[in-house]
């Protein structure tokens, strides 16, 4: 699920709200405030992606700002809700992060390198991160520093591979990880893993 679409999925039930508010407003006879609301839904579905939504409620509200009766709008309603897509549930039960070539697995989100691990990192709930602590491609070091400026990673507790066993308490020490492991990720080192946040 790209981020535009999981920005959706937490948006569409908060629309769907907005055109039930908006249609209570218009069996009211509150065309004010029928305009305040179809102006906010214009503009923040066109921001989610949902241009037919935004150009229907604009309609509402120029409709309305002319004069026109608020019973009059009732289709447009009905057409907005139409065009609002069904979406898939964001999954957001705590994971693992790890970065590396493992398997997939219901807790754990692989990414293979770090931007794609930061973009993780901003969309779920981290139980924890596995990150390779070498240089090179996947940038582990640098990937560290930015995942300390996260909120939802900041609890998260750090495992690190790939670490000089000569080198590994003060790499623990320095980076304040929970644990660190010599070679790369894999089942053994999730399993480890697992067991230390159970």
């Not at 535009?4 to 009211?28: I, M």
């Amino acid at each position: 699920m790209s981020t535009l679409d999981q920005l959706r999925a937490a948006y569409v039930p908060r629309l769907r709200a907005q055109l039930d508010e908006l249609s209570g407003h218009l069996s009211a006879g509150e065309p004010d405030a029928a305009v305040r609301l179809a102006h906010k839904i214009a503009g923040s579905a066109g921001s989610y992606g949902l241009g037919e939504v935004s150009e229907l409620a604009r309609a509402v509200e120029h409709a309305l700002d002319a004069g026109a009766a608020c019973a009059d709008q009732r289709g447009a309603i009905e057409a907005m809700r139409a065009a609002v897509p069904d979406v898939e549930a964001i999954d957001d039960a705590p994971v693992i992060l790890v970065v590396g070539d493992v398997p997939a697995a219901p807790d754990l989100v692989v990414a293979t390198d770090p931007l794609e691990a930061l973009e993780h990192a901003m969309d779920r709930t981290l139980l924890a991160i596995v990150v390779p602590y070498t240089g090179g491609g996947r940038g582990g070091r640098a990937l560290l520093r930015s995942l300390a400026g996260l909120d939802s990673a900041g609890a998260a507790p750090i495992f690190l591979t790939e670490v000089d066993p000569s080198e590994a308490a003060a790499v623990r020490e320095k980076v304040g990880a929970a644990a660190s492991f010599e070679g790369p990720v894999d089942e053994a080192v999730l399993e480890a893993i697992r067991r230390r946040l159970r």
